[in-house]
């Protein structure tokens, strides 16, 4: 989407405005000069109320004040801002308008309402109301709108969010540009739940369980199960941010401690035994995960029942013993009482007749001996006891090795603290830093008691899981299996494996994305902030700056206003750049599936604008000139709303690719109302 224009009526300070903007492929820049105060922000703004109908102002009536003051009663205004674009090969007006009416001594806004128009061969047509939100979200996604439409305000604001682990706009935004939000919303209408409103939820419940309580029963528990799995998913999710926060102002403090402490020697011992400690520490988790928890949870319940297994087995021996004293016939079996009934003879050769005493004597025994032996069948459970026994033993010698382990870990963090404590008392003795230490020493605790809380709760998820997948084994063996169940189990498995199939998909595909992202702004970043760094996006588009340098504490380095105004720089000129190659991307569909030519070509072509406002206020000359090359190489159209005295130092570096410039000034040096005109 390119801005070919924008016409402004009633809105704050512009009374009736209309300007131009650059769309030259070559020249594609428009500068816009006023002084603080003269409506730079308030152009800026009718952008986003044009196309969103919202505005960053604290008041949001928009309505110019001075025709607001002259309203008499019963009188209407209208506000109106309308926007000629050109996107996908055509061009479009966008117009939104909002009424005032005065009743009485008040003026009472009604919601404001958008049209869109086709512009072609000089003839409009209207866009029906369905059709036109759409075509607003495929010009350029309300999540995007502020990386391509900001001002310096919003990159302090967003450089802060940045430090305080607040990256969900970061996240969601680039979410949205490759189509992930869309998997997102798939996924959380497919999902496994109680509730009724996800696929398999719904086909879940009508399984009918009328009339079975037991099934019902499970159907309730492993709902309760899974309630119950989303909600600690939520809360380690909310830990983990605060755990960010934490991390980030613990950071913050030792920064402080450090600048407060004059010996170098004891600095750099220090950080070499934090970052010792932090290493053991991070090891903790992983080793409650992955061996305490994991040998608890195998053959445990053979180690709790050795002592009854002991006891067992003594006994069985005790059987044996006595009943071989006895020479008594208790490894005698059904079997053999049958072969020597079919015989016809004794086994001392007395013959057997049918109805003498020795054949009913046999027939009796016929009725009180077992299938299977006594003695077979306690060979039998004394083998499954030695069994179990043996298991019980390797779980001890597991167990007791993995105590060793995790011992062993304990005494390194403990050796490693006290030696940490030791040199983090020498560092400094000044107030600030006093203050800064013991604040420091909570904000560890903090962060050690929400690791502890995270693991409990990643361990509860596990013994979660294991129940519902013991319950759903249950519950298979419960349905019912008639005509109507049939059809649910099939569409619930079918949606089941739907759902675990997209979430794979989803899952890859955003490693994918997190992974571009960091490799754009890795290639972006060093062309506006010099110094051998690096930056790094985790899963939650966290962004952690780095060096190689082995005197830093895990590398990371303290960010500071040009180094962080400079990073978001690098993230919304990589965004412009995923956004380009998803048109090229589309071109290329386009192409494949319908072999228009035409059209491809035209999405390749598609561009976006960057409309930026006072952004290069807290950066230096030199990074200036950096900002400046690049963006409208980057960028297909570039409009800058600058002051005065920014203007002159980007116009130096803009000179052949501005096309427009624009004045804007205050009438009569009013606050209410302000004109802008062209320069020649």
């Known amino acids: 989407m390119l801005i ?4 402004m009526k009633n809105f704050r300070q512009y009374r ?19 002084d603080n105060g003269a409506g730079k922000t308030t152009l800026a703004q009718a952008f986003l109320w044009c196309l969103y109908g919202e505005t960053d102002f604290r008041d949001k009536e928009v309505l110019n004040r001075k025709v607001r003051e002259l309203m008499n009663k019963d009188a209407t205004k209208v506000v109106s801002v309308k926007l000629e674009v050109k996107y996908n090969g055509k061009d479009y007006l966008i117009s939104r308008t909002q009424k005032y009416d005065k009743k009485f001594t008040a003026v009472h806004a009604e919601p404001s309402n958008l049209a869109v128009y086709m512009i072609e061969n000089g003839n409009t047509k209207h866009v029906d109301n369905v059709e036109k939100g759409y075509l607003i979200k495929k010009m350029l996604p309300k999540e995007l709108s502020r990386f391509f439409f900001f001002d310096g305000e919003q990159i302090r604001v967003m450089s802060e969010d940045i430090d305080k682990g607040k990256s969900k706009d970061f996240k969601e935004a680039v979410q949205g540009l490759v189509g992930l939000i869309g998997m997102q919303n798939a996924l959380r209408h497919m999902k496994p739940s109680s509730s009724l ?11 009918d369980s009328k009339g079975d309580k037991k099934l019902s029963e499970n159907s309730n528990k492993i709902h309760e199960k899974e309630d119950k799995k989303e909600l600690l998913t939520k809360q380690i999710d909310e830990i983990e941010l605060e755990l960010k926060v934490k991390e980030a102002k613990k950071e913050s403090l030792w920064q402080k401690i450090q600048a407060s402490n004059s010996s170098i020697e004891i600095k750099e011992k220090y950080k070499k035994a934090k970052k010792n400690y932090d290493n053991l520490n991070s090891q903790r988790p992983r080793c409650i995960n992955e061996k305490v928890l994991d040998a608890f949870r195998t053959n445990l319940y053979d180690f ?26 208790y490894r005698l079996e059904t079997n053999t009482v049958k072969e020597i009934l079919k015989s016809g003879k004794c086994i001392c050769g007395e013959p057997l007749v049918e109805g003498d005493f020795h054949y009913e004597n046999l027939l009796k025994l016929l009725q009180i001996v077992p299938k299977k032996s006594l003695g077979a069948k306690l060979d039998e459970i004394k083998n499954q006891s030695e069994n179990i026994k043996h298991n019980a033993k390797n779980y001890y010698k597991k167990y007791s090795n993995m105590l060793e382990d995790f011992e062993e870990l304990e005494n390194q963090i403990s050796v490693a603290a006290d030696e940490e404590s030791s040199l983090y008392n020498q560092l400094t003795d000044t107030t600030e830093g006093e203050k800064a230490r013991i604040e420091y020493e909570k904000i560890k605790r903090d962060i050690i008691s929400l690791q502890s809380t995270i693991t409990s709760k990643k361990a509860a998820i596990i013994t979660i899981d294991k129940d519902i997948a013991r319950l759903n084994e249950e519950r298979k063996k419960l349905i019912n299996i008639n005509s109507t169940n049939a059809k649910y189990i099939k569409a619930s498995n079918y949606a089941k494996a739907l759902y675990e199939s997209l979430n794979k998909e989803y899952t890859q595909k955003e490693e994918i994305t997190k992974n571009n992202l ?9 062309k506006i902030y010099d110094g051998g760094m690096k930056i790094e996006v985790n899963n939650r588009y966290d962004i952690k700056v780095v060096v190689d340098e082995d005197d830093l504490v895990d590398g990371v380095v303290e960010k500071n206003t040009a180094q962080r105004y400079s990073i978001i720089f690098a993230f919304i000129t990589s965004i412009i750049s995923m956004a380009k190659e998803k048109a090229q991307e589309e071109a290329e569909t386009m192409l494949l599936l319908e072999n228009d030519t035409k059209q491809a070509e035209i999405l390749r072509n598609e561009g976006f604008p960057l409309v930026m406002d006072a952004p290069l206020s807290n950066f230096d000359k030199t990074r200036i000139k950096q900002i400046c090359s690049m963006l409208p190489e980057v960028a297909k159209q570039v ?27 205050k009438v009569n040096d009013s606050s209410v109302e302000s004109v802008i005109k062209e320069i020649n």
């Open 16 to 34: 009736d405005t209309k300007m131009s903007f650059s769309c030259d492929e070559t020249r594609n820049v428009t500068i816009v000069k006023g």
């Open 639 to 665: 409009i800058f709303f600058i002051k005065d005295t920014d203007g002159d130092v980007a116009e130096s570096h803009l000179e052949d690719r501005i096309l427009k410039r624009y004045e804007i000034a």
């Open 4 to 7: 070919k224009s924008i016409e």
């Open 304 to 329: 709790m029942t050795k002592s009854l297994i002991d006891f067992t087995i003594d006994e069985i021996n005790k059987i044996n013993k006595e009943e071989t004293e006895k020479k008594a016939l």
């Open 197 to 207: 409103n996800t696929v398999i939820g719904y086909y879940e419940k009508q399984i």
């Open 518 to 526: 960091e490799e754009k702004i890795n290639e972006i970043f060093p």
